[in-house]
């Protein structure tokens, strides 16, 4: 039997503790966005830089009554952009998320009918008037890393973030929680998440590498990866039947694991039985993948540093400056 460390099974329990608040329905979220809009409405400052740019970091689920704060204990953090608008001392707040509509569970399990796996993992930015969740919400991080006047920061909307968010459902970007990398150094990524710090990152490489503005400089923008280590990750030929059998059975077993009702030594117990991680969808390739040689710790959170990226496969992205450079991910 697989010796795992004390510290390890303490982990894995309040992982799994937790898990179950977090398994809404598959189906698109019935809240997600529903206060949210297209484009602040700055008011004109006449060309000073009135706007703060803000990188709020909080632990990933922490509005939650039950969970609170206990996934920051993981290095688990959520990433948004708050934008703040100081005008004669008169303030006024709006809150940038990047997430998968559903949620992060509904975006990572499949829904499951027989053989039938369908999923819903579409990513997209939602903005909310004020500071979601108040204030002291975003207790990780809340740091200005950049200031813009009004003009710029409505083009960052109108050219940049609605664009990206027209993209049609189950079209990319698609929400993908693991980041899967090769062992040892250096690492390479053998699977790319795609996760709230990702739709960060875009914005603010738009913000700075195609607009211009100078972003602080003592600023390094880190935030959360899951990492998840292989030898290798070959796509699957989901036409072989004994294949997609046990992909099927591989994802029952997961659905059991976050399942509600389930006593937690029997999640633990499931959990076990499935490492090391077999397979990996990837809804940005829309291809299954099979992992070798997983070892143990077999799925590693990580906050770490991450250079500026635009987002991935957009060869009209660099340095231009309309809607149609950003028409991107179809």
Not at 84 to 112: C, H, K, M
Not at 200 to 228: D, Q
Not at 259 to 282: K, S, W
Request: net charge positive; hydrophobic share 45%.
């Amino acid at each position: 039997a697989m010796a795992v460390r004390p510290a390890a099974v303490v982990a894995i329990t309040l992982w799994l503790g937790v898990m179950p608040n977090l398994a809404a329905t598959n189906d698109p979220a019935q809240g997600w966005c529903a206060n949210g809009f297209q484009t602040p409405n700055f008011a004109e400052d006449g060309g000073d830089h009135s706007i703060s740019v803000i990188l709020a970091q909080a632990p990933l689920f922490s509005n939650s009554p039950t969970i609170k704060r206990k996934l920051g204990l993981f290095g688990l953090f959520h990433t948004a952009l708050v934008f703040r608008q100081d005008i004669r001392g008169a303030e006024r707040y709006w809150t940038l998320e990047f997430d998968s509509t559903t949620n992060v569970l509904g975006a990572t399990l499949p829904r499951i009918n027989g053989s039938q796996l369908t999923w819903n993992n579409d990513a997209r930015y939602c903005l909310t008037q004020g500071i979601l969740w108040g204030r002291e919400h975003w207790h990780k991080s809340f740091e200005v890393v950049a200031r813009a006047h009004r003009d710029d920061a409505t083009l960052l909307f109108e050219h940049f973030v609605l664009p990206l968010n027209r993209t049609a459902h189950q079209t990319r970007p698609l929400y993908q929680l693991w980041h899967v990398v090769t062992r040892g150094s250096p690492q390479k990524s053998l699977i790319e998440d795609l996760t709230c710090g990702d739709g960060v990152n875009w914005a603010l490489h738009y913000l700075t590498k195609v607009m211009g503005i100078p972003l602080m400089p003592s600023f390094r923008l880190r935030y959360t990866r899951i990492e998840i280590n292989a030898a290798s990750a070959t796509q699957v030929n989901i036409r072989d039947a004994d294949e997609w059998r046990r992909i099927v059975q591989y994802f029952q077993g997961m659905a059991v694991v976050v399942g509600r009702g389930t006593p937690v030594l029997q999640r633990i117990i499931r959990f076990l039985t499935l490492m090391p991680v077999a397979y990996i969808y990837d809804g940005n390739s829309n291809a299954y993948y099979k992992l070798r040689g997983n070892r143990f710790l077999w799925i590693r959170p990580r906050f770490i540093e991450t250079p500026l990226h635009g987002p991935p496969n957009n060869s009209l992205y660099a340095g231009v400056q309309n809607a149609a450079a950003v028409e991107l991910l179809v």
